[in-house]
């Protein structure tokens, strides 16, 4: 099966602290891309970061950096100095090999606490 | 660029009646995809064009469902006859040739069969 699970429905912080979102993916192929895709109330998608897998170093924009265990099949997400603007649905994605299209985990709701 | 643009933002129809969602993707943009969103199933692949030509369309639901890309700038997906199960928010996204390059979005139809 080509899935991608995000364990965590809903997640909550802190303003100004750390986060960590989970991400797992199934997978038989070695070259792959990964995503992590924020959506805000306004229902806009929006790609926070992105990690080639054939990369061993962990991508990072600003805040946001991921952990990447491939071995693991693992993909998470830092958020960190949370800001009230980061409250979103996170959406883990994973490419698929040849085919061209993207497959999405089933959510987590950010909650930032202020 | 104005991004990829979708209209309707919002349709609301009745059982049994026709709908038609429209996508405008990013000029030279290789590739749209049309993705469903519901709580129940998160971000589903419906279908997604390569150079105006349909790729995959076997996440379509059923014969109901039908998608056409006369041209480069255009876009439709339609149900017919709608179903009070379709009522979700239908994504149109488009990306350049390259699989390691992002998804961007349109804003969505919020679609309500009653």
């Known amino acids: 099966a080509q899935t991608v699970t995000q364990s965590q429905p809903e997640m909550s912080v802190q303003e100004a602290e750390t986060v960590t979102l989970s991400c797992t993916y199934d997978?038989?192929?070695?070259?792959?891309?990964l995503f992590w895709y924020k959506q805000p109330p306004s229902r806009q998608m929006i790609l926070v970061i992105r990690?080639?897998?054939?990369?061993?170093q962990n991508a990072t924009e600003n805040r946001f950096s991921v952990n990447f265990q491939k071995a693991a099949k693992s993909f998470s997400l830092k958020i960190s100095d949370s800001q009230l603007g980061d409250a979103a649905m996170y959406f883990c994605?994973?490419?698929?090999?040849?085919?061209?299209?993207?497959?999405f985990g089933q959510g987590t709701r950010l909650t930032i606490n202020p | 660029d104005a991004g990829v643009i979708q209209s309707p933002r919002h349709e609301v129809t009745e059982m049994g009646q026709e709908v038609t969602l429209r996508c405008k993707p990013i000029s030279g943009h290789d590739y749209l995809f049309w993705y469903r969103q519901t709580m129940m199933r998160g971000l589903e692949l419906l279908i997604y064009?390569?150079?105006?030509?349909?790729?995959?369309d076997s996440g379509m639901p059923e014969d109901r469902f039908s998608a056409k890309m006369p041209n480069a700038s255009f876009s439709t997906l339609k149900i017919q006859p709608s179903e009070p199960r379709d009522s979700a928010v239908y994504f149109c996204?488009?990306?350049?040739?390259?699989?390691?390059?992002?998804?961007?979005f349109g804003s969505g139809t919020q679609l309500s069969v009653l």
């Open positions: 997978t038989s192929e070695s070259d792959y891309y």
């Open positions: 990690q080639e897998a054939y990369k061993q």
């Open positions: 064009f390569n150079n105006n030509v349909p790729i995959d």
């Open positions: 994605a994973r490419s698929i090999q040849g085919a061209q299209k993207l497959v």
């Open positions: 996204a488009s990306r350049g040739g390259r699989r390691s390059e992002k998804l961007f």
